[in-house]
């Protein structure tokens, strides 16, 4: 939903002026995939060691370079199915590391809501994947991009509000984990009902 509404402007104000930068170019977009992998792995040392801020901080940057690398691989023609498979594994692995950060901090109070977390996210990137591979991709990223509910922005913001404010975290993660499920089965829904239609077009 974010990223649908403010990407355009997101891109157009922020993205596209850095892409510009010899500094950014003289990079590979690789580059800015492992940084932000990184900094999320970083989140699970920082936040149970009791560093919110910085784990924040993390975060904030670790889910910028997320969005840099595709970018600058598709402004230097360098985008390529390998650098698409590593940004989706890298993107699975910071949220990995992100839950069991947020396991960390007390791991007999949240430890059901974290594995609800963690398996609403496999089920939602599943019905993901399941649609980019049997529908015709018409954008401009690696594969075809499913709109969701509950996309990548969503999720950060909710993986940083539970980071700032944990005395909320039993709503924030409830309501995150119902959401990413609610995605997953609407995607679904939304899929069956399209290729049923195709199937039954003469």
Known sequence: MIDTKWRGAYQTYLIEPLLKKKWIQDRSPTTFTLAGLFLSLLIAALLPLGHPLLAFGCLVFSGFFDTLDGSLARYL??????????DICSDRLAEFAILLSLYLVSPQQRGLLCLLSLGSILFCITTFLVVGIFTQNETKKSFYYSIGLIERSEAFVFFGAMILFPEAFLILATTFSSLVFLTGTLRLKQFVKNFSTEVESP
């Open 77 to 86: 023609k360098q985008d390529s199915p390998m650098g698409a498979a590593l």
